[in-house]
């Protein structure tokens, strides 16, 4: 089983990396992929929630730099230095590779984990954005199998981790730090009712 998997995860790659390919794809997918030039719209995006949500702002960027910080460092720490797997552009030969190739171990990819943490985060608390939020995760992480540097089931595994990471601290977040206090919510603050244990934030 583990072996037909492995083997399906590297044809995928194959295809993916080797076939699926145009030269306005090589251009972009090296910027996609490339972290850094998320850092400033991030930043921009924080600055407007807490600006314009105030609050529920704040405490939405709170949790998302929360939930990226845990689910990062179980991903890197836990995941990758236990399992050791080698990236594509290491371990196969004939790899297009078209960013630099780090010897840090593959699985999971770190981009995936990072972006699923954040649209999933987006998705449950401003469910509008679901459509863009999952592009976004969607071409990260086929920009990350594109250049080279990760196998599919690095992208899968990244989201799962991603996902249930945003997910499990959403619901904390919920408990111990109200979406908003108006004058009834802020007396039912450590007495929420069944009905809104039932709400998705």
């Known amino acids: 089983m583990l072996e037909a998997l492995l083997a399906w995860d590297e044809l995928t790659f194959r295809v993916l990396n080797e076939d699926w390919v145009n030269p306005t794809l090589d251009r972009l997918m090296p910027i996609v992929t490339n972290g850094s030039n998320y850092n400033i719209p991030l930043l921009l995006a ?4 807490i600006l314009v949500g105030r609050l529920r702002g704040l405490r939405f960027v709170v949790l998302a730099v929360i939930s990226v910080v845990i689910a990062d460092a179980i991903g890197t720490y836990v995941l990758k230095y236990t399992l050791l797997r080698p990236r594509p ?7 297009r ?5 780090t010897n840090l171990p593959s699985f999971p990819s770190n981009h995936a984990v990072n972006s699923s943490v954040l ?7 401003m469910p509008r954005l679901w459509l863009p939020a999952a592009a976004v995760v969607l071409l990260i992480g086929f920009s990350r199998v594109y250049v ?3 196998y599919p089931l690095d992208i899968l595994g990244g ?3 991603g996902i249930i990471v945003a997910l499990v601290l959403s619901a904390i977040m919920t ?3 109200p ?3 108006g004058p009834d919510r802020g007396r039912r603050i450590f007495s929420i009712s069944l009905g809104d244990h039932s709400k998705v934030r």
Request: glycine letters at 8%.
């Open 119 to 125: 649209a999933t985060l987006a998705i449950i608390h």
């Open 97 to 101: 590779l078209l960013v630099g190739c």
């Open 159 to 161: 989201s799962v981790l």
């Open 179 to 181: 979406e908003s206090l």
């Open 148 to 150: 080279g540097v990760h």
């Open 89 to 95: 552009c290491i371990a196969l030969e004939g790899v």
């Open 175 to 177: 408990h111990i730090w």
């Open 46 to 49: 924080a600055i407007i929630l």
